[in-house]
């Protein structure tokens, strides 16, 4: 019989606040990014440090990604990224998550194997760069040989909901030798349908909300430098309670 341990919910956490938001929804982990409008980035020490005291029960993952844009990144670049899972695993991360291509779309078997020699014992993450390389059933095999745990992946498309058909192959493929984690727009009134027409039992969601502000002033501030948003508790377990009510 399927039930809520056969699944495993991630949250992408923007900071501390929607770390705590994901555990009271009962996340099992979240994956904590700065810089989401740039499709997540490493975040500080100081963020890492203060979720790792909040994180009683839930996984704490780490994005390591040193800017946005592309997933070719150059030798300094990595020396950054190695440098960033050290830290993370001193802080008592559980797990790391990152992507490398080549310039023509492949996976970079050098530089991430580099970077797992570094995330030894973590758990590690391949991200939604797998969503732009050339071949993502070539990658599949070159992740499983490489050792990455799962692939965070929309089925190549902007969202998880408009990749099902791909999704779905890539979990046949993965035949259990790799995790396939469905994420990007995932939400609770498209979890069931990605789930009955894929299989996919890992799920990785935002749950943000906007926080408005309540003063006139502040509005005025917040069209220019952007909203803020924040996971929230209610989001996340409406997200896990629409999949598992389902069943």
Known sequence: ?????????????NCVESCISAQNGGADR?????????????????EILTARKVLTHTLLHIIIRPRGGSFTYSPLEVERMIADIDISRQ????????????????IDKDINARLMEHAKGMSITFHRAFDVCTD?????????????????????QP???????????????????????????????????IYSSTQINEYHFS?????????????????QFG????????????TIDALINSL
């Open 1 to 13: 019989m399927i039930c809520r341990n056969h699944f495993k919910f991630e949250v992408c956490a």
């Open 207 to 223: 749950a943000r909300e906007k926080i408005l502000p309540d003063d006139k002033n502040e509005q005025i501030w917040t069209q």
């Open 159 to 193: 969202k998880a909901i408009q990749g099902i058909q791909e999704l779905a192959a890539l979990q046949r493929q993965a035949d259990k030798r790799i995790q396939i984690m469905a994420g990007c727009g995932v939400n609770e009134d498209n979890i069931t349908k």
């Open 30 to 46: 979240v994956e904590l990014c700065a810089g989401i409008p740039e499709g997540g980035t490493t975040p500080s020490y100081g």
């Open 91 to 106: 802080l008592g991360a559980d797990g790391v998550v990152f992507g490398c291509l080549t310039s023509k779309g492949d």
């Open 227 to 238: 909203e803020c948003q924040v996971t929230t508790s209610r989001k996340v377990k409406a």
């Open 136 to 156: 993502p059933h070539q990658a599949i095999e070159d992740l499983i040989q490489l050792g990455f745990d799962r692939i965070l992946t929309s089925g190549q």
